[in-house]
């Protein structure tokens, strides 16, 4: 028989279908070699830093309250106070934390050591 057959109800022609092969290659091209290096330098900082004290001073009230006190604050001073449960189940203040902050600036001389890295790219 051909290639083309011829049935009795009609002509058959075959199908044909192409598929394409995709490859992958490793090809140098070049090259890149880095290298790092550290530098180091002294150098002198002046510079002012903050600090803060902070002051706590127990208080002692001794006295039965209706509700828990809240924290408040009067003057810059922070007011906490503390309070306990006793057997007839009322509050009783025992004591207020009064605490005051005091914050100054002071100037601050050092040296300092800065690191710095540099990287070198050569290409072949």
């Known amino acids: ?3 083309v057959e011829r049935p009795q109800d009609g002509l058959v022609i075959p199908i044909v279908e ?3 092969v995709v490859s992958k290659e ?3 091209t070049g090259l890149v070699r880095v ?3 550290i530098e180091q330098r002294v150098v002198h900082v002046d510079d002012t830093i903050r600090k803060t004290v902070v002051d706590v001073q ?3 009230i001794n ?3 209706e509700v828990q006190p809240q924290s408040r604050e009067e003057d810059g001073v922070l007011i906490v106070p503390v309070v306990e449960e ?3 189940k009322r509050m009783f203040l025992r004591e207020e934390l009064r605490i005051t902050r005091t914050s100054t600036l ?3 001389e050092r040296d300092v050591t800065l690191r710095v890295m540099h990287a070198d790219v050569q290409r072949s």
């Open 1 to 3: 028989m051909n290639s």
């Open 18 to 20: 192409e598929r394409p």
């Open 26 to 28: 490793e090809v140098t």
């Open 35 to 37: 290298s790092t290096h």
């Open 58 to 60: 127990r208080v002692p």
């Open 63 to 65: 006295q039965f309250v």
């Open 86 to 88: 006793v057997l007839v």
């Open 106 to 108: 002071e100037p601050v």
